[in-house]
Nanobody
Framework: QVKLVESGGGSVEAGGSLTLSCEIF????????MGWYRQLPDKDREEVAT???????TYGDFVKGRFTISNDNIKNILYLQMSDLKPEESAMYYC???????????????????WGQGTQVTVSS
């Protein structure tokens, strides 16, 4: 059974940095899509970043070079390094993964079947 467990959220001042981690249990396959998503209060969930098994990554337009997604294949941990955080980016951040690679990870039609419970990020002004 696949299980994702996020950590690393917390409170930070505007302009600060945080690194989120997502440990993945129950899956060691060589093909996958993984991603970070966030849900701001009263907003729909939005894609932050995705990465595939080849290391190709994509980012939401709002990232503008401030975040980096990476995956440690040995430890089976997905990371999201965030810098220059803004108060409006306070949200619950979720990691997701799926072994299906029939379409691109960043395709709007892509469906992730495995999600973590989320980790809260709060950015104060």
């Amino acid at each position: 059974q696949v299980k994702l467990v996020e950590s690393g959220g917390g409170s930070v001042e505007a302009g600060g940095s945080l690194t989120l981690s997502c440990e993945i249990f129950g899956y060691t396959g060589s093909t996958y899509c993984m991603g970070w998503y966030r849900q701001l209060p009263d907003k729909d969930r939005e894609e932050v970043a995705t990465i595939d098994a080849e290391g190709s990554s994509t980012y939401g337009d709002f990232v503008k070079g401030r975040f980096t997604i990476s995956n440690d294949n040995i430890k089976n941990i997905l990371y999201l390094q965030m810098s220059d955080l803004k108060p409006e980016e306070s949200a619950m951040y979720y990691c997701a993964m799926d072994p299906d690679i029939r379409i691109a990870c960043s395709d709007p039609e892509y469906v992730y079947n495995y999600w973590g419970q989320g980790t809260q990020v709060t950015v104060s002004s």
